[in-house]
């Protein structure tokens, strides 16, 4: 594992966002880890689960703290996949896709209702599959 995910399960963009990533993990670099899932807090108690569900985050093997969309660039550029999301890590962009991601994290219920229809999966969260 290079990277662990912890990501909201109950979001159907953020549990699809997560499908996709294993499909492209060919070498399995990336463990996702659901906020929903009982006894978060005692498996994980270096991460503030109140922070977490407002701004995705992951952990390298390491032990360093990733936040927002250095998740997703560190996610994609593992997998190969989506080269251009390193892009939004360009010093001149950054600033303005990391406004972007907070509006997006904050409304992500009301984003996906609008793009599927479903604000929270029903059963409380959405099974990977």
Known sequence: MELRIFYDSA???C???MEQLKKYDRLHKIELAD???QGFEQK???IDLTVANKILHAETNTGEILTGLDVTAKAWAL???HKWIQLLRLPCVRPFA???YR???KNRYKISYLLTGQQRCETGSCNLK
Request: hydrophobic residues 30%; glycine residues 10%.
């Open 15 to 17: 549990s699809n966002e």
């Open 35 to 37: 906020l929903n899932q």
């Open 98 to 100: 990391d406004i972007a």
């Open 11 to 13: 979001c159907p963009l």
């Open 79 to 81: 997998t190969g996949k």
């Open 44 to 46: 994980y108690p270096h």
């Open 103 to 105: 509006g997006f994290a």
